[in-house]
Each structure stands twice: as C-alpha cells, then as structure tokens.
C-alpha cells in the first residue's frame, strides 16, 4: 500500500520547511493553499517563472495519500494556469526534480517562443539568474493572484 512507504521527516537543510534565508534568497511567497504553497522565482529569465511546493515535507508523488498528491496536481494546475493567463507564454513547462532538493515541488517555466531556451529544458543556474526589483517582483505577483480563483 502507497501509505505505508510514506516517508515524512524533515531534513534540517530543507529551506521549504525551515522558510530561511535560501528560501528568500531565491522566491516570493505568491499563495497558500491547503497542501502546498507557490512561490515565485526570483530567476525571471522566464518571465512568470514559479515553483509549487508541497507544504508537508515529502520527497515522491508516489508517497502521498491519493487524496494529497491529486490536490497537489489540482493546485500545479490552478497555478499553471493562473500563470498562463497572467504571462501568456507560448507554451508552459512542468518540472519536478529532487536530486538536488528532496522536497517535493514543481517548476512552472512559462516559455516564450522568442526565449533564449526555446525548444530546450529551462537554465536552473543560480549563477545566470535574471533579478528585479522589489516592486516588479510584487507586479508580477499581483498579476497571478488575479487569476488564482
């Protein structure tokens, strides 16, 4: 049974559950939901660009409850589409890593045909990351939130 795999403890590095000072270095709360919070990327390469974690510390869909990961998978898609209303990219990318951070969470890349990455996977370099200012950053959450109903 899926439940009985559940592994659920919380690694003391895991900036998604301490909320440190990683975690501010790299993204904006957006929204909260039930089961899992989006932020958005500090990295606007990818204008629009955000990352959906699961709120509780879990490192695998397959280890959630039913109930939770289609929650999750509710929320990925609520926020994608928030996204894609506010961005209007020509096409959003879905990501879900975890070999560099366990928790789990999914990148929502809004990408546009004129990107320097069109037609290839999105840059996750933290040494190229494209900043704004603090009042951009609150613009561009303002223009999820109004699709986020």
Same mark, same amino acid.
Request: one cysteine or more; proline letters at 4%.
């Given at each position: ?22 975690? /501010? ?13 989006? &932020? ?71 990408? &546009?045909?004129?990107?320097? /990455? ?8 933290? /040494?190229?990351?494209?900043? +704004? ?7 561009? +959450? ?8």
């Amino acid at each position: 049974m899926i439940a009985s795999l559940t592994v659920n403890i919380m690694p003391k590095d895991c900036f998604y559950c301490t909320k440190d000072a990683k975690l /501010d270095a790299l993204m904006i709360e957006v929204s909260r939901f039930p089961v899992s919070t989006l &932020y958005l990327s500090k990295d606007q390469t990818n204008p629009g660009r955000c990352i959906i974690a699961l709120n509780d510390h879990q490192t695998e869909l397959f280890y959630l409850e039913p109930s939770i990961r289609q929650q999750f998978m509710e929320d990925v898609s609520k926020c994608a589409y928030a996204i894609q209303q506010a961005f209007s990219p020509d096409k959003m990318n879905y990501a879900i890593y975890g070999d560099l951070v366990s928790h789990l969470h999914a990148h929502l890349v809004p990408k &546009y045909k004129t990107g320097n /990455d069109w037609g290839r996977a999105f840059d996750n370099n933290t /040494d190229n990351m494209k900043m +704004i200012n603090t009042a951009a950053y609150l613009s561009l +959450i303002e223009r999820i939130k109004v699709y986020l109903k």
